[in-house]
């Protein structure tokens, strides 16, 4: 099956395949407090603002929505509060969504993004180099784990005898090294 950066072979194909041309347009998440994650993903992060709203009604009640974009597109992160306003994060130990992958165009583009966070410090959760993509993993101020990463060109993926990708889960991803690329 081919994708935006090469092709694999599937460890197991589905019997009815979706189309390969399907991707993930956009993730929307719940939220505390609309100017809290408004700051770390415009402020830090660097998104533009697409739109924006307060008391809007939804899902029952009525809560603020802010849509958030890099490059144009209509939103790539949208959040509300409609169920959410002053709440806790999700506690670990339950089901339910374990990370949102931002997936930069380049390596020097996950530079600058550390390079962002380094500059607030933002702490840092794990940075690994998974040997198809490298990666940096951080929690957004609700409590979302954030997997900044970049993938590598596909012909550089480890892979297995069969030809699968062989993702790694380690060794560290050197960011030292990383900040380099933006020198």
């Known amino acids: 099956m081919t994708n935006v950066q090469g ?12 189309d390969p041309g399907v991707r993930i347009g956009h993730t929307h998440l719940r939220t505390a407090d609309i100017d809290r994650i408004r700051a770390f993903y415009v402020d830090v992060l660097g998104f533009d603002v ?27 992160l949208g959040f509300n509060t409609w ?5 806790p994060p999700t506690p670990d130990g339950v089901t ?16 600058d993004a550390y390079r962002r966070l380094k ?23 609700d409590g979302n784990t954030l997997e900044l990463m970049w993938d590598r060109p596909a012909e550089e993926w480890p892979r297995d005898e069969q030809g699968h990708a ?16 933006l020198d």
């Open 7 to 18: 092709s694999i072979t599937p460890i197991a194909r589905a019997a009815d395949p979706i």
């Open 50 to 76: 697409i739109s924006e709203a307060r008391d809007v009604p939804g899902w029952g009640t009525t809560g603020d929505i802010l849509f958030v974009s890099a490059g144009g597109y209509h939103h790539h």
């Open 83 to 87: 169920k959410s306003r002053g709440g």
């Open 96 to 111: 339910g969504l374990h990370h949102v992958a931002l997936a930069y165009p380049t390596r020097r583009a996950l530079a």
């Open 119 to 141: 500059a607030v410090d933002w702490p840092i959760r794990q940075a690994t180099d998974h040997g198809t993509h490298e990666a940096i993993y951080i929690v957004d101020p």
């Open 166 to 181: 062989a993702a790694q889960f380690g060794p560290d991803l050197d960011l030292d090294g990383l900040l380099r690329e």
